[in-house]
């Protein structure tokens, strides 16, 4: 079983900057696949960025690259997104998921965080 919390979301102008955090209990999660998803009211949830569990393979969608970056606590029981140069379009809920898996959509992940509401304002 793995529990993920996330933190960090919040208000900012556009062009702004953003730290999410997420850290994980169970003792397996360090061996999981682990990124961050977000959701518009109405939309479905896609995948903003995954990291593998060693952190040999990193992607990203196409609409976030070169302004976001993800990253893994060296303890590997935490998970980061820095979210720079942000878009009135960056507004989303954005949850922490983990799977054993490359997963690249919601119905290949087990484990999500409640979720944290991320909003820029232009």
């Known amino acids: 079983q793995v529990q993920l919390v996330e933190s960090g979301g919040g208000l900012v102008q556009d062009g702004g900057s953003l730290r999410l955090s997420c850290g994980a209990s169970g003792r397996t999660f360090s061996r999981y696949s682990v990124g961050w998803f977000r959701q518009a009211p109405g939309k479905e949830r896609e995948v903003v960025a995954r990291?593998?569990?060693?952190?040999?393979?990193?992607s990203y969608a196409d609409s976030v690259k070169g302004r976001f970056t993800i990253s893994r606590g060296n303890a590997r029981n935490m998970v980061y997104l820095q979210m720079n140069s942000l878009k009135p379009e960056d507004t989303d809920v954005y949850y922490c998921a983990a799977d054993p898996s490359l997963f690249t959509t919601t119905a290949q992940v087990d484990y999500w965080g409640q979720g944290t509401q991320v909003t820029v304002s232009s």
């Open positions: 990291i593998t569990w060693c952190g040999g393979s990193i």
